[in-house]
């Protein structure tokens, strides 16, 4: 049977400004297996450790989030923007990575998010783009600070 999960295959923030909290995370369409999310990436760490979102028998591939609050753990949490990883997988339909940010203060908005990822591990990953077909889906993902420091880039490396 084919393999129609999605992989994250690191969360780097050796470049970020601020510790990563976990705010969530969610399966559309299949299940988080072995490693999940980690709870918390300090600056400067690069969790390596796959995590899984296997898809379950059938036809429907796999689908889900993850979200991270961006730092500021010394503040009021609604005052910290937060960032979602979409990815997908689907038996049917066109393979997907997206980040968005929600967050009122900073501004934040998907211009300063690139990615990059490859449909099978021993191919090349590519910037600013995932094969719409082909399974199963391989992303990394890199935190990495703007220039002015309010504002924040998620790009996948």
Same mark, same amino acid.
């Given at each position: 049977?084919?393999?129609?999960?999605?992989?994250?295959?690191?969360?780097?923030?050796?470049?970020?400004?601020?510790?990563?909290?976990?705010? %969530?995370? *969610?399966?559309?369409? !299949?299940?988080?297996? $072995?490693?999940?999310?980690? /709870?918390?990436? #300090?600056?400067?760490?690069?969790?390596?450790?796959?995590?899984?979102?296997?898809?379950?028998?059938?036809?429907? %591939?796999? *689908?889900?989030?993850? !979200?991270?609050?961006? $730092?500021?753990?010394?503040? /009021?949490?609604? #005052?910290?923007?937060?960032?979602?990883?979409t990815f997908t997988c689907p038996f049917n339909g066109n393979n997907a990575f997206g980040i968005s940010y929600d967050h009122r203060k900073y501004n934040l908005s998907n211009e300063y998010a690139t990615y990059e990822g490859a449909i099978s591990e021993d191919k090349h990953y590519h910037d600013n783009f995932i094969d719409p077909d082909g399974n199963p889906v391989y992303i990394k993902i890199k935190i990495k600070p703007v220039a002015n420091g309010k504002q924040f880039l998620a790009r996948m490396t």
């Amino acid at each position: 049977m084919a393999d129609f999960s999605c992989y994250i295959k690191c969360i780097d923030n050796t470049e970020g400004l601020y510790p990563l909290e976990l705010t %969530g995370k *969610s399966a559309a369409h !299949g299940d988080f297996v $072995g490693t999940c999310p980690p /709870d918390r990436i #300090e600056v400067g760490a690069i969790w390596t450790t796959d995590i899984r979102l296997k898809d379950r028998y059938g036809a429907s %591939g796999s *689908s889900g989030t993850i !979200g991270y609050r961006l $730092g500021c753990f010394d503040k /009021d949490a609604n #005052e910290c923007p937060n960032v979602t990883f979409t990815f997908t997988c689907p038996f049917n339909g066109n393979n997907a990575f997206g980040i968005s940010y929600d967050h009122r203060k900073y501004n934040l908005s998907n211009e300063y998010a690139t990615y990059e990822g490859a449909i099978s591990e021993d191919k090349h990953y590519h910037d600013n783009f995932i094969d719409p077909d082909g399974n199963p889906v391989y992303i990394k993902i890199k935190i990495k600070p703007v220039a002015n420091g309010k504002q924040f880039l998620a790009r996948m490396t």
